[in-house]
């Protein structure tokens, strides 16, 4: 009886290089699908941000539609926060009989770059309700300035930067602008 004694495979050489290039190969493929998460990641904390710029501009142009024309007011403090008021009528009442029912406070808060809306609901004489309003942020972080304009009587223009920060190409930034004619009877 023979035996064989040759058998054939691989040296440690050819092993080496084997998990060389398939180690290569997985680097390759793994940068590749981490950097279109990270894309990914990116292009919708976008798409959320100007989103909400978006909701936020229809929604001030809706309150100064409805608003009651002469409480709309302007304050800005020495600490660099902007509010604007305005009571907002939400009900079909008549003309005559037809009372505000909210009172829209837009507050833009430097320290934290943000948009802050409280809603007051009214309740009869224009007096605030006991319960606290609630309280919604726009933009945490994201806005880098914040402005109103009375236009001599007639017109308000607010204006606000919002500041994108992307990985590949720095910072983008956007101005939304809600320009509003005043009714004056």
């Known amino acids: 009886m023979k035996l064989n004694l040759e058998h054939k495979g691989f040296t440690l ?4 290089v084997v998990v060389a290039i398939a180690s290569i190969i997985l680097i390759a493929i793994y940068t590749y699908f981490s950097n279109t998460f990270m894309t990914a990641q ?6 959320r941000i100007e989103g909400e710029a978006k909701k936020l ?7 100064l539609s409805m608003s009651d024309q ?4 302007y304050t800005y403090t020495a600490g660099g926060a902007k509010t604007v008021v305005m009571d907002v009528y939400q009900t079909n009442n008549p003309a005559p009989s037809a009372v505000p029912d909210i009172r829209i406070k ?5 320290a934290n770059k943000e948009i802050i809306v409280e809603k007051n609901y009214l309740g009869s004489g224009h007096t605030p309700s006991p319960s606290p309003p609630p309280v919604y942020s726009y933009l945490k972080g994201s806005v880098e300035r914040f402005d109103v304009v009375f236009i001599p009587a007639d017109k308000i223009e607010i204006e606000y930067d919002v500041v994108i920060k992307r990985r ?3 910072a983008a930034k956007r101005t939304y602008k809600v320009s509003y ?4 009877f």
């Open 13 to 16: 050489v050819e092993m080496l």
């Open 42 to 47: 990116e292009n919708i904390k976008i798409s």
């Open 57 to 63: 501009n229809d929604s001030i142009y809706q309150w």
């Open 70 to 73: 002469t409480t709309v007011t």
């Open 106 to 110: 837009i507050t833009y808060n430097p």
């Open 168 to 170: 590949a190409h720095g």
């Open 181 to 184: 004619m005043l009714r004056t």
